[in-house]
């Protein structure tokens, strides 16, 4: 469900400086699950994002920008490493007791930015496991963010669907009593623990498929919890709670060093609970609300750089860490009140495909003064702000899968990628110029509980993106020559044999 910022040094004094830095600051704000048809600027007619809108207006939109994964830990995952996540076989959707997995001895981009010398920070969603087997939650849960780069981290474990329903700082819980130890588990309940399988009477919202264990505020969760009672969050305060650290943070920085802050928004993931101040604002539910709420809380954080006096040297990256979904769990209205928007835009898929939809997001670069307004068609993907970030802060280290494309980020070059694996719950398609190309697939065609095409097919699939960006035509028995060629070069990066070609008889 991606932002970034470079915001200015601060000066020893404390004065700060609207002067351009050879440090900038650099801050990620990411979202969850966020669509490429969700955002204004990228064609939503039914919802107005002003904020995310003023950063496209005044930086360079993206029209092929690209999360690594269809999925959130996936492209987490890469996002933190610059590494193709299928090459780690246990980079996929996590349960909240999941251990870490990034190994503490991998090059991480806040590792590289405190070397460069930052402060590194994390607010907000984490998803990439904590700890290294069985996590006890009353004591300091490590490794987690602490251990791979971040020397501030204030984050929640997985989802907000999942238990455990607690904030936790620098691995400790937040508001923690110990007379009331917490307990999780994701296998058995807990004797005597109301769940929504059991007890839909106590459900404020109804589940649909899987979020049917424990209840907290409310709301059925996935997983089995109990105790803790004093450190449960607030669901309708989450986003605001999040937005206030991420300001404290900026607030804080009055040294000379340059700071990196990842801010990890939880919206518009499941479960929907936007604060009173937005429900019914969108009219599409609690899911067009949360989109709206996001928008609000990235205006408002932009108001407290703009204070802070660092908006003159700052980049913003913005993204999402996957494709869009309605019904993903809940029964909150975001299909029967989803009227003519089309949160996927015109492409084809959502969260889970390997379609455009599932990878294919919002993406803007901002930098007030600095970069030039436009819209680029440069093939750009997440995986490549690791060595981008890199070269800008002055490292020469690289991540594995990552290209330096700085100045295409910076608007200075319409040359992007030339070519880019895709990934979805570990299935993996190849972008290549205007082509991609689908290998085929076991499974079904479409996630019934979600309504979404997934990508598989018995048969290769070939798409001209140029002219076909809703990939209605196959073309992989029209042009073999051209499937050829992609199979080919997507097996010498993939390592992987997915299977001879019947179609091809080349002569």
Same mark, same amino acid.
């Given at each position: 469900?991606?932002?970034?910022?470079?915001?200015?040094?601060?000066?020893?004094?404390?004065?700060?400086?609207?002067?351009?830095?050879?440090?900038?600051?650099?801050?990620?704000?990411?979202?969850?699950?966020?669509?490429?048809?969700?955002?204004?600027?990228?064609?939503?007619?039914?919802?107005?994002?002003?904020?995310?809108?003023?950063?496209?207006?005044?930086?360079?939109?993206?029209?092929?920008?690209?999360?690594?994964?269809?999925?959130?830990?996936?492209?987490?995952?890469?996002?933190?490493?610059?590494?193709?996540?299928?090459?780690?076989?246990?980079?996929?959707?996590?349960?909240?007791?999941?251990?870490?997995?990034?190994?503490?001895?991998?090059?991480?981009?806040?590792?590289?930015?405190?070397?460069?010398?930052?402060?590194?920070?994390?607010?907000?969603?984490?998803?990439?496991?904590?700890?290294?087997?069985?996590?006890?939650?009353?004591?300091?849960?490590?490794?987690?963010?602490?251990?791979?780069?971040?020397?501030?981290?204030?984050?929640?474990?997985?989802?907000?669907?999942?238990?455990?329903?607690?904030?936790?700082?620098?691995?400790?819980?937040?508001?923690?009593?110990?007379?009331?130890?917490?307990?999780?588990?994701?296998?058995?309940?807990?004797?005597?623990?109301?769940?929504?399988?059991?007890?839909?009477?106590?459900?404020?919202?109804?589940?649909?498929?899987?979020?049917?264990?424990?209840?907290?505020?409310?709301?059925?969760?996935?997983?089995?919890?109990?105790?803790?009672?004093?450190?449960?969050?607030?669901?309708?305060?989450?986003?605001?709670?999040?937005?206030?650290?991420?300001?404290?943070?900026?607030?804080?920085?009055?040294?000379?060093?340059?700071?990196?802050?990842?801010?990890?928004?939880?919206?518009?993931?499941?479960?929907?609970?936007?604060?009173?101040?937005?429900?019914?604002?969108?009219?599409?539910?609690?899911?067009?609300?949360?989109?709206?709420?996001?928008?609000?809380?990235?205006?408002?954080?932009?108001?407290?750089?703009?204070?802070?006096?660092?908006?003159?040297?700052? !980049?913003?990256? #913005? $993204? @999402?860490?996957?494709?869009? &979904?309605?019904? +993903?769990?809940?029964?909150? /209205?975001?299909?029967?009140?989803?009227?003519?928007?089309?949160?996927?835009?015109?492409?084809?898929?959502?969260?889970?495909?390997?379609?455009?939809?599932?990878?294919?997001?919002?993406?803007?670069?901002?930098?007030?003064?600095?970069?030039?307004?436009?819209?680029?068609?440069?093939?750009?993907?997440? !995986?490549?702000? #690791? $060595? @981008?970030?890199?070269?800008? &802060?002055?490292? +020469?280290?690289?991540?594995? /899968?990552?290209?330096?494309?700085?100045?295409?980020?910076?608007?200075?070059?319409?040359?992007?990628?030339?070519?880019?694996?895709?990934?979805?719950?570990?299935?993996?398609?190849?972008?290549?110029?205007?082509?991609?190309?689908?290998?085929?697939?076991?499974?079904?065609?479409?996630?019934?509980?979600?309504?979404?095409?997934?990508?598989?097919?018995?048969?290769?699939?070939?798409?001209?993106?140029?002219?076909?960006?809703?990939?209605?035509?196959?073309?992989?028995?029209?042009?073999?020559?051209?499937?050829?060629?992609?199979?080919?070069?997507?097996?010498?990066?993939?390592?992987?044999?997915?299977?001879?070609?019947?179609?091809?008889?080349?002569?």
């Amino acid at each position: 469900m991606s932002t970034f910022f470079l915001a200015c040094n601060v000066l020893p004094s404390g004065e700060k400086s609207n002067q351009k830095t050879q440090s900038p600051n650099i801050v990620f704000i990411y979202l969850d699950d966020l669509g490429y048809g969700d955002v204004s600027a990228y064609g939503a007619t039914e919802l107005e994002t002003p904020n995310i809108d003023n950063l496209a207006k005044g930086g360079v939109r993206f029209t092929q920008g690209y999360a690594s994964s269809a999925t959130c830990t996936p492209s987490r995952y890469a996002l933190m490493t610059g590494q193709y996540p299928w090459r780690n076989k246990n980079a996929k959707i996590l349960p909240g007791t999941a251990p870490l997995i990034i190994d503490t001895a991998r090059m991480t981009l806040p590792k590289l930015l405190r070397i460069e010398g930052y402060q590194t920070a994390l607010v907000g969603k984490w998803h990439l496991g904590l700890g290294t087997g069985v996590v006890d939650w009353n004591k300091r849960v490590s490794p987690g963010p602490n251990e791979v780069g971040f020397d501030y981290a204030y984050y929640m474990a997985a989802t907000q669907d999942r238990v455990p329903t607690v904030y936790l700082k620098n691995g400790y819980v937040v508001g923690l009593d110990p007379e009331d130890p917490i307990q999780v588990d994701y296998k058995n309940n807990f004797e005597g623990e109301p769940t929504g399988k059991d007890n839909p009477e106590l459900c404020d919202m109804m589940w649909h498929h899987g979020h049917n264990s424990t209840i907290v505020n409310g709301v059925p969760r996935i997983g089995y919890m109990k105790g803790g009672e004093s450190a449960k969050w607030s669901d309708v305060d989450m986003a605001d709670h999040f937005l206030e650290k991420a300001q404290q943070y900026v607030k804080s920085q009055k040294d000379d060093r340059p700071f990196f802050l990842y801010y990890a928004m939880q919206q518009p993931h499941v479960p929907r609970t936007p604060h009173p101040r937005f429900v019914g604002k969108s009219g599409m539910g609690p899911r067009g609300d949360v989109i709206l709420e996001a928008d609000w809380c990235i205006g408002e954080f932009m108001k407290t750089l703009e204070e802070e006096e660092f908006m003159e040297n700052t !980049l913003i990256v #913005f $993204s @999402s860490d996957n494709g869009p &979904v309605l019904n +993903d769990g809940y029964y909150d /209205d975001a299909v029967e009140k989803l009227g003519d928007h089309t949160p996927a835009g015109p492409l084809r898929g959502g969260k889970y495909s390997l379609f455009e939809a599932g990878t294919r997001v919002p993406f803007i670069t901002y930098w007030k003064g600095t970069i030039q307004p436009g819209v680029s068609d440069a093939l750009v993907s997440q !995986l490549d702000l #690791f $060595s @981008s970030i890199a070269s800008l &802060v002055g490292s +020469d280290l690289e991540g594995p /899968d990552s290209q330096n494309l700085m100045n295409v980020l910076m608007g200075e070059s319409k040359k992007g990628r030339d070519q880019l694996v895709l990934e979805a719950t570990t299935r993996t398609a190849f972008r290549k110029g205007d082509w991609v190309m689908i290998p085929p697939y076991k499974g079904p065609v479409k996630n019934e509980k979600v309504n979404i095409e997934l990508g598989n097919s018995s048969e290769y699939q070939l798409y001209n993106l140029s002219n076909d960006i809703g990939q209605k035509h196959n073309m992989a028995k029209e042009k073999p020559e051209k499937l050829y060629e992609m199979v080919n070069a997507f097996k010498k990066i993939r390592g992987k044999d997915h299977g001879e070609i019947e179609i091809l008889k080349l002569n």
